[in-house]
């Protein structure tokens, strides 16, 4: 077995981080030396005035709620300027006039995008059936790309992503912001640390609790097949009559979304790969079924999912169980959970929350001491005390600390400048979304899904 991060033992862990006093609450700092040499890197870098050729314009393909969003913190990215936008629905390209100015280029023609030579960079937030067909043609029309996530619709469409990327030799990010987050960064550098000691077991939890947040999206008054390029939006999919449900609402069927997997799962695979650098499960289960949400939709509302991740030389072998429930009366939430041999933590993207279980030496066992006093002929008697909580660590991100969705587009744009790298480039993106996307493979098929993620295919038993 490895004796790298998971293997490292709780007393390397405490000697170096913890000397903490028993059930109390700390609160260190999550940012270190090179968070912070980061941090002022970026506060430096908003004060320069940067040249032509420092300055990278960019397009928004989608421009819907999360285009927007990404959109909006983009261009809080200092040097960077949206000035085309595309959509197939003429109601967003207005709005995106009045928004970002009413100069921008709009067009309900990706390509003709990409046709642009002032254009260095992309970003895809277009319907997941899209993803990888604009992905391709924008890295062999030379652009840079920032792909929402999962990377792509089918599990047999990454190997054209990545292969793009390879040939074209430009950055692509797939749109996981916790893969730039702070509280990932610490997660990672606390596991290698052995602060759980041994990983064995991990979990995912995804709430929401509103019509929004299970995709009950609004349809716009003056939706029509005049308003909206639904020939379009069918090139590469099934033809079928002008439905603005399925337009508007399109992560509710199969042929355009991938479900509450692709939408949500593959968040906590990006931020679980990171944290222990796992190329992915081996072997993928799922359940689940529609049991609020029957408005039409096919894919399910609740969903719970298993995985089997196989020993490498980098990480012990461990399972991992994933659910999504869309209709959570106790609110919307959401974490990772990582179980070790000798604690647990919970991370956020903006905080990691560090348990530590108490350790007691074998002949402190109140009942084995009472089998050894049995033993002898003498009776042993003790009172219960009250349960004692494990020793627990919060490492907070400073209230000055921008996000992950800021720190992500800083990185694409830092590594377009600098010829760099990202976290999350294609290879990265494919071996987070495939699990996902076989997630629901196996409850529509309703059979165990099996894995190579070193060679990137499915395996048949």
Not at 66 to 86: F, S, Y
Request: proline share 4%; hydrophobic share 35%.
């Amino acid at each position: 077995m490895s004796n790298q991060s998971n293997g490292n033992s709780r007393r390397g862990f405490i000697t170096k981080f913890a000397k903490g006093v028993v059930g109390a609450s700390l609160l260190p700092n999550i940012i270190t030396a090179a968070d912070r040499k980061r941090s002022l890197e970026q506060l430096s870098r908003q004060k320069d005035h940067y040249s032509a050729n420092d300055n990278i314009q960019i397009a928004l393909i989608g421009a819907g709620g999360m285009g927007n969003a990404d959109a909006d913190t983009a261009i809080t990215v200092p040097g960077v300027k949206l000035i085309a936008a595309c959509d197939l629905y003429d109601g967003r390209l207005a709005d995106a006039k009045k928004k970002y100015g009413s100069d921008i280029f709009t067009t309900r023609d990706y390509k003709e995008i990409l046709a642009r030579k002032d254009i260095d960079a992309v970003i895809i937030a277009t319907p997941d059936s899209w993803h990888k067909d604009i992905s391709v043609a924008a890295m062999n029309a030379g652009k840079s790309v920032y792909c929402e996530k999962p990377m792509v619709h089918d599990v047999t469409e990454g190997h054209a992503v990545v292969e793009a990327q390879n040939k074209n030799k430009v950055i692509y990010e797939v749109g996981s912001q916790g893969v730039s987050s702070l509280g990932n960064e610490k997660a990672r550098q606390l596991l290698k640390d052995g602060a759980i000691g041994q990983l064995n077991y991990a979990e995912g939890f995804w709430a929401r609790m509103s019509p929004f947040g299970a995709w009950q999206y609004p349809i716009p008054a003056d939706a029509s097949p005049s308003t909206v390029g639904w020939d379009a939006f069918l090139a590469n999919n099934t033809k079928r009559a002008w439905d603005p449900l399925r337009f508007f609402r399109w992560r509710n069927y199969k042929d355009y979304g991938t479900g509450v997997s692709g939408d949500l799962f593959v968040h906590l695979f990006s931020s679980l790969h990171l944290v222990t650098g796992s190329i992915g499960p081996e072997k993928i289960m799922a359940t689940g079924g529609l049991r609020y949400w029957k408005d039409g939709r096919e894919v399910p509302d609740v969903m719970l999912g298993m995985f089997d991740y196989p020993q490498t030389d980098i990480h012990p072998a461990f399972n991992l169980s994933l659910r999504v429930n869309f209709v959570d009366g106790t609110g919307g939430t959401n974490y990772l959970r990582m179980v070790g041999s000798e604690g647990s933590m919970t991370v956020e993207w903006d905080k990691v929350t560090l348990y530590r279980n108490k350790a007691y030496a074998a002949t402190d066992d109140p009942l084995l001491q009472t089998k050894k006093a049995q033993d002898t002929g003498k009776q042993y008697v003790y009172e219960r005390a009250d349960m004692l909580p494990p020793d627990k660590l919060e490492y907070v991100a400073d209230k000055g600390y921008k996000g992950a969705h800021f720190d992500h587009f800083y990185n694409l744009f830092n590594a377009m400048r600098t010829k760099g790298k990202v976290s999350e480039d294609a290879l990265f993106g494919f071996r987070a979304a495939a699990p996902a996307l076989l997630c629901n493979d196996s409850y529509f098929q309703n059979k165990i899904m099996y894995w190579d993620p070193k060679n990137l295919k499915t395996v048949n038993k």
